[in-house]
């Protein structure tokens, strides 16, 4: 197998990542949110704990929709059809973005309630 230089590996990641920005309404979405976060961080001024928490918990969200966009294109190229097991791949790279997206849900709740109560005035 040839070797590929390093900027060819960076650039073909990015052409990924690019990818599933362009083709994927839920990496878009999530991205926006990965920005309200930030910004809420930002303005709340969360420590260095909570931020490592809440870049934990963006990444991680969007690490599994690029993974579960992969898995889609890759069972809809060797699979094209309806089948049992397809559809068992696909629902559990699902799955797994639920199960990331929840666990980012729980973190933003543990690190923004206080500051958003203490915002709020109670």
Not at 73 to 94: C, E, N, R
Not at 101 to 116: Q, T
Request: hydrophobic letters at 60%; proline letters at 2%; aromatic letters at 12%.
């Amino acid at each position: 197998m040839k070797r590929r230089s390093w900027s060819l590996v960076f650039r073909n990641a990015a052409e990924g990542i690019v990818y599933g920005f362009r083709t994927q309404r839920n990496v878009r979405v999530h991205s926006g949110v990965a920005v309200i976060m930030c910004s809420a961080g930002f303005i709340f001024g969360i420590s260095r704990t909570d931020w490592m928490f809440v870049l934990t918990a963006i990444f991680l969200v969007l690490v599994t929709e690029l993974m579960n966009t992969a898995v889609e294109a890759a069972v809809d190229l060797a699979h094209p059809h309806i089948h049992p097991l397809a559809k068992a791949a696909k629902d559990t790279a699902a799955g797994a973005v639920l199960l990331a997206a929840v666990f980012a849900v729980v973190i933003g709740c543990m690190v923004f309630f206080k500051p958003v109560l203490h915002w709020l005035g109670f």
